[in-house]
């Protein structure tokens, strides 16, 4: 599986970004999709997943502020961010999970949320 995450930038607090995570590969293998963040000097946590059933998860520190979601076809997994705080500043990375017990990481897109 390999992931091309795209969508990070500058915004201000309070404004809306979203991240786009393109999939290709041995999609059939994936069983979820998911961003998790990390800021400087902190480990990389998670953020929000979606399973191929549809189902989501939210880390607390964004739920009810961002939005996990994916095509049909599970190829593209796209997190939608508003209300954004200067805490949510970090490299995000895409993730994939597959049937098979192994993880998939794409290349990290930068987050900035400052005034």
């Known amino acids: 599986v390999q992931l091309q995450a795209s969508g990070g930038g500058l915004v201000q607090p309070g404004g809306s970004l979203r991240l786009s995570c393109v999939a290709s590969g041995t999609i059939f293998l994936m069983t979820s999709m998911a961003w998790y963040r990390q800021a400087p000097g902190k480990p990389r946590d998670f953020v929000a997943r979606?399973?191929?059933?549809?189902?989501?998860s939210y880390a607390d520190s964004v739920r009810g502020r961002f939005i996990i979601s994916s095509d049909n076809a599970y190829t593209t997994v796209t997190l939608q961010m508003n209300a954004l705080k200067p805490e949510d500043t970090a490299v995000y990375y895409c993730?994939?999970?597959?049937?098979?017990?192994?993880?998939?990481w794409g290349q990290g897109t930068l987050v900035t949320v400052s005034s």
């Open positions: 979606v399973r191929r059933d549809g189902s989501e």
């Open positions: 993730n994939s999970f597959t049937s098979r017990g192994r993880d998939y």
